[in-house]
């Protein structure tokens, strides 16, 4: 009974974070525009400092062992690998084939993700969970590039996604974080709390705002691409790397950071990014949607599992 009630704590505030943004949404306190904007304050503001100070108030004799980034690292690359095998065999349309693989490969690491961690481990250090920013947002970003590129006829222009990775604000936040911490610098007292203040902000608004973010109006025009997107990013892949991850003794933050690096629902930015790259955008928005949705289900599944046989 503990471990489902404490399932419910975790994943209940997520939820009703993401359905205050929804309704806001549908009763006009929220639209495109102002969803984009909040978006942009996020992703360049709230987000990396909340992960450089989660970085920087890493404890100063913790141990940043290498498993966790391999683990996520290789893992990513196999998945996106995989389906790019699999996928083209069930979905023949190389608009959606694209726009599939890369829904079910890339997570919403920073805005979902990230704040789960913290809520699962409330007053403890998950500075892993920020550090592994430089490790997803790169994969993910990549490897989204090249599936969309292979099936849609687009020429991969590397340099463009290296400088794009390069400039990525979470990617930066986070090593400069650890840069901080590695040379034991200590803020002072004026920056430390308006920083911590501002920092505090992201994990409530980037819920808030991605519930905003949530359209349902054409949600059963691609059934069979949408219920194929939904059971690989939210069920086979966790299932597939978690039970790899456990089998080489991760556990505790390090677990739950392959549950959000390979569970987490797709990332926002999917949808234009594949409407750049002459993916079916329909498509993209409608698996964002879906996944992010079905996530609620699915997260607090896992969190109730892992909890009940003590991986975390």
């Known amino acids: 009974m503990s471990d489902l009630l404490f399932a419910a704590n975790t994943v ?14 549908r009763i006009g ?37 290498g498993k966790e980034f391999l683990f996520v690292f290789f893992g990513l690359i196999v998945l996106f690998l995989l389906f790019m095998l699999l ?10 084939v694209g726009v599939m693989i890369q829904g079910m490969g890339r997570a919403n690491y920073a805005f979902f993700g990230i704040p789960l961690v913290k809520m699962l481990f409330p007053g403890q250090d998950t500075s892993l969970a920020a550090l592994l920013v430089t490790v997803t ?37 986070s090593l400069l974080g650890y840069a901080c911490w590695l040379m034991k610098l200590q803020l002072p007292s004026f920056l430390n709390t308006t920083f911590s203040d501002m920092a505090k902000v992201a994990t409530p608004l980037a819920l808030f ?31 597939l790397f978690l039970s790899l991850a456990v089998a080489l003794g991760i556990r505790g933050v390090g677990l ?9 629902p797709t990332a926002v930015s999917s949808y234009p990014m594949a409407q750049q790259m002459g993916g079916d955008g329909e498509l993209a928005a409608e698996i964002v949607a879906m996944t ?16 009940t046989l003590a991986l975390i």
């Open 87 to 96: 996928v083209p065999r069930i979905e023949k349309d190389r608009a959606k």
């Open 209 to 239: 705002t991605l519930g905003g973010a949530i359209t349902l109006q054409s949600a059963f025009r691609h059934k069979k691409q949408l219920l194929i997107s939904v059971l690989g990013k939210l069920i086979l892949s966790p299932i």
């Open 137 to 173: 947002v790169p994969v993910y970003n990549v490897m989204s590039v090249i599936a969309l590129s292979a099936f849609n006829g687009n020429k991969v222009n590397i340099k463009k996604i290296l400088l794009n990775i390069l400039k990525n604000p979470l990617i930066i936040a």
């Open 256 to 264: 739950a950071c392959v549950l959000i690096s390979f569970g987490a």
């Open 292 to 307: 992010s949705t079905c996530s609620i289900v699915t997260t607090f599944l896992f969190v109730f599992l892992l909890k």
């Open 29 to 65: 306190l929220l639209n495109d525009s102002l969803v984009k904007g909040i978006n942009q304050l996020i992703f360049k503001l709230f987000l990396p400092i909340n992960l450089f100070m989660s970085v920087l108030g890493t404890p100063a004799d913790t141990k940043i062992e």
């Open 12 to 25: 209940l505030p997520l939820l009703l974070l993401m359905s205050a943004g929804f309704l806001s949404r």
